[in-house]
């Protein structure tokens, strides 16, 4: 595929094997082609790890974040359970939004290794004791048995995997945190984004197979009590219908 925008004439021509067209560089079809082009290349930029929340770097695209925030204020989930910790951004981002609105018992961040300075940032935050760490392999049985100590019962819980991306780790993980989503809640998987930056230099042909949205799909299929449904727009006045995201099929719902 080949494009080529134009902003004198203000066309957009896409040059491919199914045929050439020309656009409207306005046109909300010239936008699909420009947005999509845009999240590989600032993909390939590193351009989300340019944010930080409340001082601690986030590693996500803002849009994503923003989503979120908006299925946590309306789900209000009692916990939040999150695979991969990094920096921690992302647990005081959760922990904020509930304290913001006064509601919600704690925020539970799990990583396989959580390294000095990033825990010790953590537990200083302001925040800390809304987030609980708990270091070990994900999926394994002692981790999965201190996760489900921490969710008291009759929680209701929101989990996001954001640790080891490969296809075989998201599946053991939406298979192993899947029982604590409640319903009406969901699993996200993010970062499906790799199977579309496979082709850049950043990234590894592999992955067209070896990511987090072929693994909820399949997850989807043998497992009917989770659809894959994307939160709905509580406000839209344009003729937008789709995220701008870096974790397409990510959201897999709860439904019974």
């Known amino acids: 595929m080949k494009i080529v925008i134009d902003d004198v004439t203000k066309t ?14 306005y046109s909300l079809e010239a936008y699909r082609l420009i947005a999509k082009l845009w999240m590989k290349t600032s993909w390939n930029q590193k351009y989300p790890y340019t ?8 590693i996500q695209h803002p849009e994503d ?13 009692d916990v939040i359970v999150e695979t991969g910790v990094a920096h921690g951004g992302s647990l005081i981002f959760y922990a904020s939004l509930m304290k913001c609105m006064g509601y919600g018992k704690k925020v539970i961040g799990v990583d396989v290794e ?7 940032a ?4 302001e925040l800390s004791p809304m987030i609980t760490l708990i270091e ?3 999926v394994s049985s ?4 201190r996760v489900s100590k921490e969710t008291p019962p009759g929680s209701k819980v929101l989990v996001i995997l954001d640790s080891d991306h490969s296809y075989a780790h998201v599946m053991k993980e939406l298979i192993a945190y899947s029982p604590l989503v409640s319903v009406d809640s969901y699993i996200v998987s993010t970062d499906g984004i790799m199977r579309e930056v496979a082709d850049v230099p950043r990234g590894k042909p592999g992955w067209i197979q070896d990511n987090p949205a072929n693994a909820a799909e399949d997850f989807s299929k043998s497992n009917p009590q989770f659809i894959i449904e994307e939160p709905a727009w509580k406000f839209n006045e344009s003729n937008l219908s789709q ?11 709860r439904v019974s």
């Open 65 to 77: 974040m923003l989503r979120l925030q908006e299925v946590i204020y309306n789900l209000r989930p």
């Open 136 to 138: 070990g392999d994900s």
């Open 114 to 120: 959580i390294r000095k300075p990033n825990r010790d």
């Open 122 to 125: 953590i537990e200083s935050h």
């Open 12 to 25: 957009l021509e896409l040059f491919s094997k199914d045929g050439d067209v020309k656009l409207d560089l």
């Open 243 to 253: 995220n701008l995201t870096a974790w397409p099929s990510a959201w897999l719902k």
């Open 142 to 145: 002692e981790t999965l048995s």
């Open 51 to 58: 944010f930080t929340w409340m001082g601690r770097p986030v």
